[in-house]
T-cell receptor, first 113, second 112 residues
Framework: EAQVTQNPRYLITVTGKKLTVTCSQN?????MSWYRQDPGLGLRQIYY???????DKGDVPEGYKVSRKEKRNFPLILESPSPNQTSLYFC????????????FGPGTRLLVL | GQQVMQIPQYQHVQEGEDFTTYCNSS?????IQWYKQRPGGHPVFLIQ?????EVKKQKRLTFQFGEAKKNSSLHITATQTTDVGTYFC????????????FGTGTRLLVSP
């Protein structure tokens, strides 16, 4: 089944404790991205990647890192999480660039205390 | 920076009533996509519009792309409880087509 998977689905952590949220897609998509969703603000793009080893900042990249060492995986790293990073995070992928249909993962709900 | 606003932010209708959400971009868009997110779920692609003035229909849903390609609308005729969710529009960023900018979303609640 074609899908985007994310792990973990729920995470409670404390300020400053490094964490990684994994994202994997099995559709051989070139483009992958991370979004955060906050009430009233919609979905905001954090980082995106157009291919292996090619990543770039979205609209809200501060406090996040990403890597794209393999085509199928695009982990999101929070080196030193802070409470303002409490949010719902979605990974998405598409065949080509951003103008194509985005396939979203199930989401990761993060609470930073 | 580029902004994509949607109105209304929230709407509560009775089943059978019509519903419309409007999407307005601060810049011209090469295309626009619409997504639906059910409560507790993830966004799911509905449709993409590319041409100025384009109108597309999916059963009870009608999508329009404005002539100036800066606005779009989604109209649902005779809502059903299955239409509950948040509807988002999205378009490529104006600083490069690799970014995707989402609207603020319209949350629809339908009472039986």
């Amino acid at each position: 089944e074609a899908q985007v998977t994310q792990n973990p689905r729920y995470l409670i952590t404390v300020t400053g404790k490094k964490l990684t949220v994994t994202c994997s897609q099995n559709m051989n998509h070139e483009y992958m991205s991370w979004y955060r969703q906050d009430p009233g603000l919609g979905l905001r793009q954090i980082y995106y990647s157009m291919n292996v080893e090619v990543t770039d900042k979205g609209d809200v990249p501060e406090g996040y890192k990403v890597s794209r060492k393999e085509k199928r995986n695009f982990p999101l790293i929070l080196e030193s999480p802070s409470p303002n990073q409490t949010s719902l995070y979605f990974c998405a992928s598409s065949l080509g660039f951003s103008g194509e249909t985005q396939y979203f993962g199930p989401g990761t709900r993060l609470l930073v205390l | 920076g580029q902004q994509v606003m949607q109105i209304p932010q929230y709407q509560h209708v009775q089943e059978g009533e019509d519903f419309t959400t409007y999407c307005n971009s601060s810049t011209t868009l090469s295309n626009i996509q619409w997504y639906k997110q059910r409560p507790g779920g993830h966004p799911v692609f509905l449709i993409q519009l590319v041409k100025s003035g384009e109108v597309k229909k999916q059963k009870r849903l009608t999508f329009q792309f404005g002539e100036a390609k800066k606005n779009s609308s989604l109209h649902i005729t005779a809502t059903q409880t299955t239409d509950v969710g948040t509807y988002f529009c999205a378009g490529p960023g104006n600083t490069g087509f690799q970014k995707l900018v989402f609207g603020t979303g319209t949350r629809l609640l339908v009472s039986p």
